[in-house]
């Protein structure tokens, strides 16, 4: 179930390894021919919105290929020290870096992860690049799993070009190569357990009509916000433990043209803050991002006119993502409804990223940086950074704070064994983020898609 960076991995390999393979995935099909380009059309048709209780927008993939066709293809191996707490505090003994070395390589390859070169580093990226050089911080160009790339600067709108190596254009035509059978459109809804094992699925088909797939081993990989919501639609135990990666945009005006939706919309990160791989900060990476008309308005503060005019500026606008490694820890439920209260030391991570992010464009020469919450003025010199901390308190003070690193509700060490097996329900795995215990301070889809290699391979 799902084609993501969990679901799609895992077909794969169950195909190739001669097993029978049902895929089902709740989104559309939609291949790189019918990617418009147009970010109000795909953000409809390839995304999935959701909300916590506390306001944060959440968001996750909605097609074949989930949330691997409108990420960012930044990748990252999975941090030293994550793999450390998951040892030590979760008492998964097995996830050494060795043994989890074979497969991290593995996915590293299958999506062809490169490092960014000079030719990719648009000048978006220059200026947080030159931000952070003038500031002495630790930082660099990110890899990415890309081949070929034009630059066209729609990794989260699907990519034309099929530059982007999605699951949509590697591990689902492997496991169809395979005899894998890919229904899309078609959206899993219960479970049919007895005697302790699972025996069907229970789904609803493109047209509509009921559906089920009997079978001895079903593998979930609808990520957060599908795979917690099932178990417990199937009566199995789940949802705690749910936390993300919380994230808000920085923007600055700069006084020459900046382009920012040209280019990879990711492609340098500053590490200075971080607090994973080596790295002593309190926990927040700072990275460039696209400056999409519909995604840059959702995240500057003001309204009416005031807010057309900074619109107005998009060509002059850099931008920068601040990712929180969070500490805080919520519930999803049965209905898909997900209580998540930021904790006080969550709150000054975000605080720490805007601070920086603005204390790098200004060394970069911006005029000015927008923050995302509501009712600061611009801030124009070393200054006025003193006014973030006053300002932003609450979720609710934000233009936009969301996640899209979803991670928890079926952890393994907890609802799952350390093979990703669902405790006391034969046949039944979890192969996405809702498998993994904490959130990994990165961006995680090589640690999802090296997991689920490892998951399937467990799989007889």
């Not at 648009?122 to 690049?129: C, F, I, K, P």
């Not at 005697?195 to 229970?202: K, P």
């Not at 611009?378 to 233009?399: K, M, N, Y």
Request: glycine share 12%; charged share 20%.
């Amino acid at each position: 179930m799902g084609t993501g960076a969990g679901g799609g991995p895992a077909a794969a390999v169950l195909a190739e390894k001669g097993l029978d393979v049902v895929v089902l995935e709740a989104g559309p099909r939609v291949e790189a021919g019918d990617f418009t380009g147009d970010e109000a059309e795909m953000t409809a048709r390839l995304w999935a919105l959701g909300a916590t209780d506390a306001g944060m927008t959440l968001y996750a993939g909605a097609c074949v290929g989930g949330s691997t066709v409108i990420n960012d293809a930044l990748c990252f191996r999975p941090p030293p020290e994550i793999l450390a707490a998951w040892r030590d505090r979760h008492g998964l003994a097995g996830f050494t870096e060795a043994a989890m070395a074979p497969f991290v390589d593995a996915a590293w390859a299958d999506v062809h992860a490169e490092p960014t070169g000079s030719d990719h580093m648009n000048r978006n990226a220059r200026l947080l690049e030159r931000g952070a050089k003038r500031l002495g911080w630790a930082a660099g160009a990110a890899p990415r799993s890309v081949r070929d790339c034009v630059n066209l600067g729609l990794c989260n709108f699907g990519c034309p070009s099929n530059a982007k190596q999605s699951t949509l254009v590697t591990y689902v035509p492997r496991a169809e190569q395979a005899k894998a059978r890919v229904l899309a459109s078609t959206r899993v809804e219960r479970l049919r357990l007895g005697a302790g094992a699972v025996s069907a699925v229970e789904a609803r088909g493109a047209d509509g009509r009921p559906l089920v797939v009997e079978t001895p081993r079903v593998c979930l990989g609808a990520g957060v916000l599908g795979t917690p919501p099932l178990l417990q639609r199937s009566g199995i135990a789940a949802g705690d433990g749910v936390t993300v990666h919380s994230s808000t945009h920085v923007s600055a005006r700069f006084p020459m043209p900046v382009h920012a939706y040209y280019g990879p919309t990711m492609a340098f990160v500053v590490h200075e803050f971080s607090d994973v791989n080596g790295n002593r900060g309190p926990g927040v990476m700072i990275e460039s991002v696209a400056a999409s008309p519909l995604a840059t308005a959702t995240a500057l503060p003001g309204f009416g006119p005031a807010h057309a005019d900074a619109l107005a500026q998009l060509p002059h606008l850099a931008r920068a993502l601040v990712v929180a490694h969070d500490r805080s820890r919520g519930r999803i439920d049965a209905e898909g409804r997900v209580a998540y209260a930021l904790l006080p030391e969550d709150m000054e991570r975000l605080r720490v990223g805007m601070r920086e992010s603005a204390r790098a464009y200004l060394a970069a020469g911006a005029d000015e940086v927008w923050l995302p919450v509501n009712g600061l003025p611009p801030v124009r010199s070393e200054s006025d950074l003193v006014t973030i901390d006053a300002a932003a308190r609450r979720p609710g003070d934000f233009a936009l704070l969301y996640a899209v690193h979803l991670f928890g509700g079926a952890a393994m060490g907890d609802v799952c064994d350390e093979a990703g097996a669902v405790r006391g329900v034969r046949g039944l795995w979890v192969v996405d983020a809702s498998g993994l215990p904490t959130n990994t301070g990165v961006n995680p889809q090589i640690t999802i898609m090296a997991n689920a290699l490892r998951v399937a391979q467990g799989i007889a």
